[in-house]
C-alpha cells in the first residue's frame, strides 16, 4: 500500500545501500531507535544533495527545489512530489528515484518522535538553504568549469553540506543517551563542524576526476592561482607538478579537521560502544582514503578513482570493533592508518 508505514519503511531501508553502501555499512552499528532515525535524516540530506548536484536542473530551479524541500520540513510543511517528482521522474539513477519518491522519506521523518525531529530540522533545512546560496551563484564564462572562488568559499561550502550533519548527528546522538555534562556537549559541538568538513574535503579530494565530468571543481580558483595555474588546467599532465602542490595543501587541510574528528570521537562516552563503532569506521575509512590520495601517483588521472579496497574495509571494521571503547588504542590505529604526514611532491 503506497503511503503505509510497512510501504515507507521498506522503500528508506531498500534506498539506503542503494544511494550509498559506505553509510549502510557504517549505520547498522548504531543502537536501536537511534538508527532508523539517522538513516532518515540521511536520505533527507541526500535529497538536498541530488537537487544541488544535478546537471539537468538550471541554478534557478535548484533554487527553487531546494526551497520547497525546505518547506516541506516544516511541521506542517506541504508535499515533496508536486514539486520535486516532475523534473526527476523517469530518472535511472538511485539518486533521482529517492528524489522523485521524497514524499516517503517524508512521511517517515514525521513519525519519528518529536525530539528527533527537533534535532533533524534546523541542521537539514540550513544545509538546503546554503546549497541555495551555492546554486544562485552566477555561472562562470564559456568554457570555464563551475568552481569555487575561494577557500572561504570551499569551506564555507563544506559547512553547509557536511558541517550541518555533524550537528545534527551530535543532537541526535545527545538525545540517546542523554548522559554527561554540559561541558561534554559543548566539546561534541565545537568539534561536529570539524568532522563533517574532514569527511567532506576528504570526498572532495578522492572525486576530483568525477566532479570534472559533470562540470564543476571544488578546488577553489584562489587555491590553484597561487600554484600559478586554473582549474581547468587541475588534469593537464603540464600543469603536473603545480597540480599537486594544489592538492596537497588539500590534503592537508583534510588531515588536519579528520585530527579534530578524532578528538569528536574520543569526546563521545565510552559506554556508548556503538556510536563510537559509527563514527569511528566512518573515520577510519576517511584516513585510509586520504593517505592513499596523497601516495597515489595517479591522483590527476582523468578517469582515476581513489579507492580503499574491499580487504581494507573488513580489516578497519574488524580492528574498529576491537579498540573503539579504548581511546589509546583509537589513537593508535588513526596514527597507523594516517602514516607519514608530509604530502608527496
Known sequence: MPGSVTADRAFCRDMLPRVSRTFALCIRFLPPQLDYAVLVAYLLCRIADTIEDSVRLSPSDKERLLAHFRSCLDQ???????????????????????????????????????????????????????????????????????????????????????????????GLFWLHHGRGSER?????????????????????????????????????????????????????????DASRRVMNQLIEKANAHLHDALDYCTALPRSQYRIRLFCLTSLFFAVRTLRRARLDPGLLEPRHKVKIS????????????????????????????????RATA
Open 310 to 341: 574491499r580487504a581494507e574495509v573488513y580489516r578497519t571494521v574488524l580492528v574498529t570493533h576491537v579498540i573503539a571503547p579504548v581511546d589509546g588504542l583509537v589513537r593508535a590505529y588513526f596514527r597507523h592508518l594516517e602514516g607519514p604526514v
Open 184 to 240: 561534554r556537549l559543548e566539546n561534541l559541538k565545537g568539534l561536529a563542524t570539524s568532522f563533517g568538513l574532514g569527511l567532506q574535503l576528504t570526498n572532495i579530494i578522492k572525486d576530483l576526476a568525477d566532479d570534472r565530468r559533470r562540470g564543476w571543481s571544488f578546488v577553489p580558483r584562489q587555491l590553484t592561482r597561487s600554484a600559478g595555474i586554473e582549474p581547468e588546467q587541475m588534469q593537464d599532465r603540464a600543469y603536473g
Open 76 to 170: 506542517a510543511g506541504p508535499d515533496a512530489a508536486p514539486v520535486l517528482a516532475p523534473p526527476f521522474a523517469g530518472g535511472t539513477q538511485d539518486d533521482e528515484r529517492l528524489a522523485a519518491e521524497a514524499d516517503a522519506v517524508l512521511r517517515e521523518f514525521r513519525r519519528l518522535p518529536a525530539a528527533q525531529q527537533d534535532a533533524i530540522r534546523p541542521w537539514a533545512q540550513e544545509m538546503c538553504s546554503g546549497m541555495a546560496e551555492f546554486a544562485r551563484r552566477p555561472p562562470g564564462r564559456p568554457g570555464q568549469l563551475e568552481a569555487l572562488s575561494s577557500v572561504d568559499d570551499l569551506d564555507r561550502y563544506c559547512y553547509y553540506v557536511a558541517g550541518t550533519v555533524g550537528h545534527l548527528l551530535t
